[in-house]
């Protein structure tokens, strides 16, 4: 199975903010790798697939890049609305599989 | 454009539930499905996968052989039926549609990315 490793697990920063989270996966697995924002009692949302194309109703603050077992979600110009949790995941296998997510905080 | 869940609730360690979730606004029988779950204060969880015509489904390996993933695209419905449940099974289960893309090479799998997710339904394993 491929294990899927965010860091941070939390991070705060202040409105206006940019902010890079990482993820790396156990094995190769190209640009097979999506990202979700979750905020409290929501449902996930799609921010980001097949590494770095943006999903159509996703702010362009958002961006993805990395390939092979290294990957980054960027945010930039932080917003109210941004503090949640993100989380990646890969669909290189078929058995699907999320990083543990990190925590946004404001400041 | 909406996935709704429901069937969950509380049941006895080793028993059984049935979730459905009803698909609207979009043509059901065209995409992949797929269960995701959250236990509480924990992260996601990707559980099982079904093709478009339910001929082809995965499981990890918390669930495989204990959950049974199925569609009937004549109803707009996909389904998880969950037996010999343990008090692990704790969450709130969602539903969600996989879209996909090209790959990045002539012959490459597609890229699958689960684009619409329902609000989920809650179970609870406790006696």
């Known amino acids: 199975d491929i294990q899927m490793t965010q860091s941070p697990s939390s991070l705060s920063a202040s409105v206006g903010d940019r902010v890079a989270i990482t993820c790396r996966a156990s094995?190769?697995?190209?640009?097979?790798l999506n990202w979700y924002q979750q905020r409290p009692g929501k449902a996930p949302k799609l921010l980001i697939y097949?590494?770095?194309s943006l999903q159509f109703d996703v702010s362009s603050r958002f961006s993805g890049s990395g390939s092979g077992t290294d990957f980054t979600l960027t945010i930039t110009s932080l917003q109210p609305e941004d503090f949640a949790t993100y989380y990646c995941q890969q669909s290189y296998s078929p058995l699907y599989s999320f990083g543990q997510g990190t925590k946004l905080e404001i400041k | 454009v909406q996935l709704v869940e429901s069937g969950g609730g509380l049941v006895q360690p080793g028993g059984s539930l049935r979730l459905s979730c009803e698909a609207s606004g979009f043509t059901f029988s065209a995409y992949e499905m797929a269960w995701v779950r959250q236990a509480p204060g924990k992260g996601l969880e990707w559980l099982s996968f079904?093709?478009?015509?339910?001929?082809?489904?995965h499981y990890a390996d918390s669930v495989k052989g204990r959950f049974t993933i199925s569609r009937d695209n004549g109803r707009n419905s996909l389904f998880l039926q969950m037996n010999s449940l343990r008090i692990e099974d704790t969450a709130i289960y969602y539903c969600a549609r996989e879209d996909s893309t090209e790959g990045p090479y002539s012959g490459s799998p597609p890229y699958q990315y689960m684009d619409v997710w329902g609000k989920g339904t809650t179970v609870i394993v406790s006696s």
């Open positions: 079904v093709s478009t015509g339910g001929g082809t489904r």
């Open positions: 097949a590494a770095s």
């Open positions: 094995q190769s697995i190209g640009t097979y």
